[in-house]
């Protein structure tokens, strides 16, 4: 057994760090008091293949597998999460949603484009009364001749201000609820009835958009049905929120072990009392305890990772990673800020942006309360 | 057009380097290895000439052991078409003569048009194998390209000289030695890695490598570690001032 990134995604591994740190680290402030990342940027990343890395090559993809794309997500971690969060949404909830659910037809027609990022995709399930409990959306969907209707309010929808391609989760008969009464429509931006409302104004994550979609007898086409069947639109966002889920861990460990080089470095650095902070033991179990708590998330992400790769459905493991890694990081940032005292705290540091940005992981994707659900149920059934 | 790119894998540049107990060599464990800076300008220059008339051919190839193959699977993902590794005992420790022989009799069978070589490797900096290269082939030379472009006769190769470029043409085959340039290497795109990784890298054993100079390292030494620096603190500050002027002439001789 071989707990290593495989050989073959080393220079991936590499390739990935050397852009994050040649052209992302040097821009993150700017990203950050702008709150948009640069359209060049977003350019050079789609060609080099950052919008379809867990994708086939067939549907344009990069073919890196699960793994593969959280790797790359745990590099991406090593700079603003608005990078992380736009290639989270668009790719391991919003492209995936199609690529597990979607129809031969639909999968040719929709992932090139999004695998190359000339289109960016969104994931749409929350909605103001319907949060934790994703099986009471409200949004209903009725057949009307060749189309469907679509009416209802989606919020805090990532990457929804800038999206081109929404998979869009509605109701299709309430009393049927999860099973059978949720269909996944697939809406392109200018469809008639379907506009972006308020741009959500967050605690971090700036330069990455979260946003209201709103639903006004929109028409979507028949073959818009996600995998042409209704009623199977629950099942095909759970399996989305599965690679989600994990890769949103290999981004909280990324963040994490980035923030303990940056403390480790400020406490051989900054002397107190006459000597480097380092040689506390106060420091020191700090460090420790941070490097314990990534290593265990890391080999959490690549086992849940591979067991994706090969087929196993891995529910309960991307649960387990994702309230680990996500409080892992929280603890882990709130350290790193302890270690650099009150620069820390200042905008100018790095620290202050990820103690924001790390704070969301144990609210999206699954709350971490919803997340032990999900373990417990597995552990209490039969 | 075909071009053939000699590329020399080498320790990052972000490496520390140790010198190893035997004073000759340097400790090359847990090393990250690269392709050679100016080797990375040269893939570049010729990739560009690739983006721009799709029927270019882009070959890299390099003398080395087993790990040689890491740098010539990141040229494949940059976008080389493919890639020859010369391997065989002492592949790794050739000196540059030996190397420049290695690589020429697989240049006389893979025939490219131009062959592009960095200035100098980063790591002994001797710039010797493209010129010895020129020489063994029998090929004229340009030294400091920063550009080339096709024309009518040939090729146009820029060349760096004092505050400016010159421009020469190379009627036929000619090895060029290249410069950094504004153009920065291209990253490997994401599919290429992947597509790389699968790409047969065909080997050919070291011939004709007989070497006539041969060089050794007598004795490797790390730099003398840095004085602490001298800090002015508090008193007057007009004083520092000139005390550290005259540092900086007499002392620093940088004024
Ligand atoms: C920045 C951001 C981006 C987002 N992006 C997207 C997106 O792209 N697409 C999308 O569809 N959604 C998105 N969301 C929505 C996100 O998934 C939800 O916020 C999340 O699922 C929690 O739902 P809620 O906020 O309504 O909280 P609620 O469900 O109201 O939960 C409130 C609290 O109650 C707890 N709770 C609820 N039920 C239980 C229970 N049964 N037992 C114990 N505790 C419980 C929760 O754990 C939580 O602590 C985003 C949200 C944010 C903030
Ligand atoms: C918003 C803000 C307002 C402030 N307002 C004021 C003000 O009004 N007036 C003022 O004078 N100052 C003010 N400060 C400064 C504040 O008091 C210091 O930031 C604080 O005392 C910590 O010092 P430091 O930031 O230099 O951290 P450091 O002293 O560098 O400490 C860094 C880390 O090392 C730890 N550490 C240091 N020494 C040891 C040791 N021997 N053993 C174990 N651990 C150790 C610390 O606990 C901390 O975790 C303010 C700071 C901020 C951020």
Redesign the pocket.
Known sequence: MDFDVPEELLLLKRTVREFVEGRLQPIEKQVEDDDKIPDAILKEMGALGFFGLPFPEEYGGVGAGDLGYCVALEEFGRTSAAFSNLIG?HTA?GSMSIYLGGTEAQKKQYLPDLTAGKKIA?????EPSS???AASIQTSAKKQGDRWILNGT?I?????PIADVVVVYAANDRTLGARGGITAFIVEKGYTGFRVGKVDD?MG?RGSY?GELVFEDCEVPEENVLGGTVGSGFRTALGALDIGRISLAAGAVGSSQHLLELAIAHSKRRVQFGKPIAVNQAIQWMLADSAVEIHAARLMVYDAAAKMDRGTRASTEAAMVKVFASEMAGRVVDRVMQIHGGMGYMKESPVERAYRDAR?LR????????QR?IIAEELLKA | MRLLICIKQVPDSTTRVKVAPDGTSIVTDGITWSISPYDEYAIELALEQKDNAADTVVSVISVGGPRTKDALRQALAMGCDDATLVTGEGADTLGPLGIANALKSAIDELKPDLVLCGKQASDDDQGFVGPALAEALGWPHVAVVTKVAPSAAGTEIWKEVEGGHEVWKASGAAVLTVQKSEKEPRYPSLPGIMKAKKKEIPERPVTGVEDPVTIEIVKLEPPPARGGGKIFKDGDVKAHAAALATLLRDEAKVL
Not at chain 1, 122 to 126: E, R
Not at chain 1, 156 to 160: A, I, K
Not at chain 1, 363 to 370: A, F, R
């Open positions: 949404a909830i969104a994931f749409s399930l929350t949060g934790s409990d989606k805090w929808v990532t990457n929804g967050k994550l979260t969301i609210i999206y994707e699954g709350t971490s309360e919803v659900m």
